[in-house]
């Protein structure tokens, strides 16, 4: 009895975890290395479930087939705004990068509301197959973002460890001075990142789509709560910087679940409270070290 | 719409109060905007009847929070900062929308009783305009003052390199408190008016969506002097006012706006203007 009660607020914490985990580690790499609060991330968020939707609900296109064509869509907007906005406001005055980004985002936001108007599209979950658990019913959807979660931080912190363009990365966002005057162009490895984080961000979108719907604010909705995440998490060395995001988003994705599971309206705001609490306590979040 | 303006302008004024002399950047100065107007509407509903005594007490309440606020905000780095009053803003958005509803109407709102005064009629448009008016004027003058004197200076300098001051023997935090509370009472202050001028008042008055209106209005002024935070503001109103009443989609053309200033334009309006008098002589 108490455990059939238990599975569903478990499974869905893990999933808003997951799905935070995926969009926040982009913005913890330029947050806390850049020194960017990256606004428009939200954009590259939102922008991918729209073209899930164009392709596969519109005109019938493969669901895999549109998926791709949507991460293929956010890895050139990112390349585009990374190059050509955001490049000059690293390590810059932070009030600047915040509202630069957040300029970009109200243009995307607005851009999106013009094509497809402002209103919420559902999306249909593409795997619509219930497992039991003991007695309960299980999504096997939600059960599948929990695994790509994992995946994808399983693979990112093997990159980071054994790849040669990972080791270059780790080194640039410790030493950029060092790395840039071995005659590494460390440009190409900052796009590079910054890519990757908005794909997974888009990966994110596309995933939490079909559990509530494409809206157009639904980026500026995420975005909140994964700097907390964020936050929470806390900034040090890379490695232990992304385990901390993924712990630090189970935990808020789990916050989020609870609360919500008691009382409804609250559980956006308990996420708020908690940034709040870890901002006054812990400024350096629960992995960080105060150095940075 | 006039008196909307001059307390957009307020609000202009207070939010760069905190960001235009000392570089915070809150992004969530909505939260002290909506706290004046609700305190001041729900004070006149359920506890009294002046709407002076209204002012004062909405003033005061929100100064207390703001000190509150302020000595534990005090040692963050600016995107903490940032997100904090971002936080603080959805925190106070929530409480007016939901577990306060009863009282302050939720998502429908709540009327201004403003009928209760009986010696100065606030139904009365040009009442509230010239009141408004001179609160801003006095607001400005003084502002100006302060500018010419050390206290800028002190500022300034904060702005800079808090701890070389700090060193010097000053006592930054606070002055640092007390500028703080300033500005979040005059954002309050802004509010009040709003509350007095539409006679009522919905959570969007405490929008944490909002926060980028007055961020823009400040850096299209400029945000060094109060003169950019007042050309600035009234420049985005009547921007807001006429471009959205053409285009649909205006939030495209106010960002980019945003990105031209951030890329372009950094120092704003008012500075461009006095830049290129001193440069042609025109002033000393």
Redesign the interface.
Known sequence: MLVESLIPPLIYGLTIGSILYLVSVGLTIT?GYM?L?NFSHALFYAISPYILFLLCVRYGFNYLFSLGVGLIVVVILSYFIERY?LR??YRV????S???S??????G???I??FFGATPIPLSEPIVIFIELANVYVSLYRLLIVAIAIIVHISLILFFRYSVSGKIIVAFLEEPELISSFGIDTDKYLSLIFILGSVLAGLGGVLYGPISAAYP?MG?DII?LC??VV?AGGISGLLRTINGTLISAYIAGMIYSISGQVWG?SS??SI??L??II??VR?QGLFGNSRR | MVINIVSFLIFAVGFNIL?GYL?L?S?GHMAYFGLGAYVFTLYLTYIGSDVFLGILFSLAVTALLALIIAI?FY??????F???H???N??LY?LIL?PLATYTGGEDGIRVPLEKTTYIDFYNREVVLYFSIILLICLVVTLRKMEKSSFHSLLVAMNENDTRVRFMGYNTFTVRTLVYVISAAVSSFAGIISAINNAFITPSFISP?RN?EV??AV?LGGSSTVYGAVIGGFAYSLLSYYIASFIQ????F??????A???VL?KGIYDLIHDSLLKHGKIG
Request: charged fraction near 10%; avoid cysteine; proline fraction near 4%.
């Open positions: 947050f020194r609060v906005a000059r406001l005055r932070l009030d600047y915040i509202i630069a957040y300029a970009i985002l109200l243009m936001i607005d851009t509301k013009t604010y500026l909140q700097f907390v936050v309206p956006t705001i708020f409270v940034l709040l901002v006054l400024p | 960001y570089g950047l992004f534990p040692k963050l780095h600016a995107a903490f940032a997100l904090g971002l936080a603080l959805q925190i929530f939901i969506y980028h961020i823009f850096l989609t205006w939030e495209f106010l960002g980019m706006g945003l990105l200033i951030i890329y950094r």
